[in-house]
């Protein structure tokens, strides 16, 4: 059973940074795509950056294209989400989610997720609040 642990949230003025991690205990998550997805209060959870398993294909939604990177540390078994450029509207809970697909190179669908790239393990979640 996988684990996925997240780090790196918390309380940061508009235009700050933040760098997310998202560990795993258990399996390693190199054979597996890995997505942040965020839900803000009110709102449905979204996702917001994916990196397939081969790392060759990341992706991005539109609303964090330019200001996000997601990138993957082998030895570490961790993905990391770097968070440039913060606004408010990016305030929510992150979660990181690990989806195996036969092809390495596939990634989740953003923002919403279809039925096929449903995640298999998801984290518990890290609190992003990006406010003056």
């Known amino acids: 059973q996988e684990q996925l642990v997240e780090s790196g949230g918390g309380l940061v003025q508009p235009g700050g940074s933040l760098k997310l991690s998202c560990a795993a205990s258990?399996?390693?998550?190199?054979?597996?795509?890995i997505g942040w997805f965020r839900q803000a209060p009110g709102k449905e959870r979204e996702g917001v950056s994916c990196?397939?398993?081969?790392?060759?294909?990341?992706s991005y939604t539109d609303s964090v294209k330019g200001r996000f990177t997601i990138s993957r540390d082998r030895a570490k078994n961790t993905v990391y989400l770097r968070m440039n450029r913060l606004k408010t509207e990016d305030t929510g809970v992150y979660y990181c989610?690990?989806?195996?697909?036969?092809?390495?190179?596939?990634?989740?669908?953003?923002?919403?997720?279809?039925?096929?790239?449903?995640?298999?393990?998801w984290g518990q979640g890290t609190q992003v609040t990006v406010s003056s």
């Open positions: 258990g399996a390693s998550l190199n054979f597996y795509a």
């Open positions: 989610a690990a989806k195996y697909f036969t092809d390495s190179t596939v990634c989740m669908t953003l923002p919403g997720v279809t039925t096929e790239s449903q995640p298999d393990y």
């Open positions: 990196i397939s398993a081969s790392d060759d294909n990341l």
